[in-house]
């Protein structure tokens, strides 16, 4: 009983929340769709080098039947980074890109909270409302495709399952478990016309909910698949997309100064390479000073500091590896810098290194 009325509580305490962001998002259910597959990519101006570097491997590794990349930025449209719109004019050439950015209104709404799951789900639901195709691919910033045709193999899912929602992995946590087959947002493929047509937008909203006797916070698109007919998991191989999961959700918090993430195991020190590979020097040789002491435990980025004290060595490995397949698959080698950057890692890592030690094609070497 006590449980059933705590559940009540807290789903009342977020009425007023589900109020306003209701009324920042519209759409259209019906509307004529071309064929293929569209990619909506959630971005952050203040984070626009990773943009960037992301923009220019969706381009790489991009497949015939994509029709348009959306980019939507959590800023006014005539606000977005100037960095960005060059590139998305070079890439234009060979892509169809649609850049969208908040009204003053979201603007408002989404900075009044300053939480990565609201600006994600503002993204994605203009990024939905947008879409002219009815397979629409949700892309996560932080996460770098690097395999050949890696959406192409996604939408190819998406149309041999036959479902509302197609996935690469399962989501589990706050209540959701695996058995309930519900899928992570990163490299959802969703019919976007099913989505239109039977929800709302803020049905696509975090939400609370009592299944089979338990509270269940369902985090964002996780509700609106729990109350689709199909959803399937069709999982890529981990070299396909390098993702550190729920970076800017951290780096998000970090900068609201609602942590210094002194508890909290993060992949932060991934960041400052990933902005480097948007063409951004500075934080790489900030971070490669911060780490190169071992004992170290702060992480410096634009004026907020991480502390790293909660990451353990097996997450330090997974880090470097995931640099390092990065660097193999972009310029064939680990370039000098970066490897100066990786030490760091190293020495933290220790013996839970597995870089050197794998077989295989897709095995992550020391070079």
Known sequence: MMDWLGFRIKQLARLPVNALLGTCVAWEPERELADGYSVALACAASLAPLAVANLRLCAKNQGGRLRELIAVFDCPPQQIPSNFVETAREISRSIDITLLGYDRRQVRVARLFKNGWVFAWMSWCLAIASSKTQALILHDLDAMPIGPMVFEQIYENWLLAKAEFCGINLYSGNGVTEEMGLLKSCGLALDSAYVRRTFRPI?????????????????????????SPRRALR?????????????????????????????????????????????????????????????????HLFDRTARLDAIVPQHWAWMEKQIRRLEQAIFGTTRPEVLDFLIGFMRRAGTSRSVGAELGANAVFEC
């Not at 049905?203 to 109350?227: E, K």
């Not at 942590?259 to 195991?265: A, F, N």
């Open 235 to 299: 999982p890529i191989h981990e070299s396909q997309l390098v993702h550190p999961s729920q970076l800017i959700c951290h780096f998000t918090d970090l900068l609201a100064k609602r942590t210094d993430l002194r508890s909290v195991p993060h992949s932060l020190p991934m960041l400052p390479y990933f902005l480097y590979l948007g063409d951004d020097p500075t934080w790489l040789a900030t971070a490669t000073e911060d780490l190169k002491h071992e004992n170290s435990q702060c992480l």
């Open 203 to 227: 049905d696509i909203f975090n939400a609370m909910a009592w299944v089979d006797g338990r509270m269940i916070s369902f985090d964002t698109t996780l509700y609106a698949q729990w109350q």
